[in-house]
């Protein structure tokens, strides 16, 4: 390029470049940076100058002026591997990860065995959720430099979000062999084994995490929901407590507060909390409409109320029991639900008008989504709205006599706690006498060919049904059910048929902590794992009063609220954690 010189001939700018990398090194930055900029103004093209200048500008968060240093570097000297990456370093920075891949990647065309530059492209691989890449970039820069602790952890953070935590672990392990006072890595290490499941040594983890740095707020959440998982639910709080206090602007630390107080019952402080999910990314944004939200304040006799559904079908059937009320109130209820819901909620009384998903509504004067209206109406465990069937159904009457839901929706992040393997749900199968009835929609991997050993389980009858008015219908026709936490556990209390619920350890703050009973649905009986992962005496438990219930009377002479603990003792009792 005309005029360009790479180092500019003078010896005194050379001597003025040594000592300001002298200064930087030793973290005099001011000065380095007046003795750079001195530098740039006699010598414009100063290789060294623009480069060190923009990393200096860098560290400042001054992003575009250090963009525009490393591009000038770049176009006086296209090909310094090193420029490249810094350059990838600042677009990685700004956010502009596919400009950042690029320019890693010219990098390493130029240096192809540079271990930095392979991590670094892993990163941006990583930010763009291209896991797969980001994986193999961070295996390339380990089998380039063993001993570069960076890419072993980023290795297991690739691992971690493709869900093979074992992998992850291993990776987070040679991690911290390398470099132990690293607080992120012990921290994503506490991670991967509470995915694992091995809560006890993720609290370690998160544990050696904070007394290297007892100021990560993320770090004390994550321990906290570990000890909640633990149904620790006291300790929980109290991390959740402090990394709201060290960051407050992260919304998900006080809704992580109030799903907590909510599953210990401390409903008063819990559901203020809980409006927290509104600024949380896991959540659906809120709407926003020019009328005002309804919080439980103005009168609503004469005037209309636009209710709609917010998050899952579950949720939705159990919420939906505040319409009525309102009506009640004198208001004119207009309600939207989720499309697989709409049969079967018009037999929902006080609703006015009912919409599905897109439909425009009608003028209205307060709109309120239904996961708000426990508080709007300040409800605590003792004035639950809990007058049941609010939902009807025409019986549709068949052979079996208990309907069985083992699993749940595979895409809910807790599946795994939540549904159970067909397999443990064996002994139930076999008490004599009784017929089953599968309402279960889609069969998992191994289910067909262990019911192709019980022929008293009827698998097609709900299948064959177009939405869940149908499902409430064969549901209407049994004399009970038996789910683990699913919208068919709502859908049973909702219709007010007995329902037995298998819960697991640590479970979704409706049905609290250590009841059997539900204040929700007062013909729910709630069999919970007295360890976590331990589905085995909730089973037991649920074959041995299934064998004695009086099968040939009429279905309402069943009850499953009769169910006491075998040994009289509360579920968490016995376990030894």
Known sequence: MKGFRQSSGSVQAERDFERALELHTSGRTEEADRVLTGILKRSPWHFGSLHTLGVIRLQQSRLEEALTLFRKTITGNPGSAGAHISLGNTLQALGRHEEAVERYQRALA????????????GNSYLALRRLEEAAEC????????????AAHGNLGNALLELDRPEEALRAYEAAIALNPRVAGTHSNLGRSLA?????????????AALALDPGLAGVHSN?????VALNRHEEGLLRFSRASELDPEDAQYPLNLGLTRLALGEYAAGL????????????????????????????????????????????????VRYAPLLAERGARVVLEVPQGLLRLFRSLEGVAELLGPGDTPPDFDFHAPLLSLPLAFQTRIENIPNRVPYLGANAVRTRASVGLCWAGNPGNSNDRNRSISLRELIPVLEVPGVQFLSLQKVLRQGDEAILRKYPNVDVEADRKGADFADTAALIAGLDLVITVDTAIAHLAGALGKPVWVLLPFSTHWVWLRTREDSPWYPTATLLRQPCHGDWRPAVERA???LSSLPWQGPPATVSASGISSPNGRDHLSGCSL
């Open 272 to 319: 203020p909390d809980y409006e927290a999910r509104w600024r949380s990314p896991r959540y659906p944004k809120p709407r926003t409409y020019s009328q005002p939200r309804w919080d439980g304040s103005a009168d609503v006799a004469g005037k209309t109320i636009f209710l709609y559904f917010e998050q899952g079908l579950g949720d939705t059937i159990q919420f």
């Open 195 to 207: 995915a694992l499941d091995r809560h006890e040594e993720a609290i370690a983890a998160y544990e």
């Open 543 to 545: 074959a041995q009063v």
């Open 138 to 149: 961070f295996r390339q820069a380990v089998a380039r430099q063993p001993g570069l602790d």
């Open 223 to 227: 321990l906290g929901r570990t000890l």
């Open 110 to 121: 130029l240096r192809p065995h540079d271990a930095h530059g392979q991590n670094n492209l």
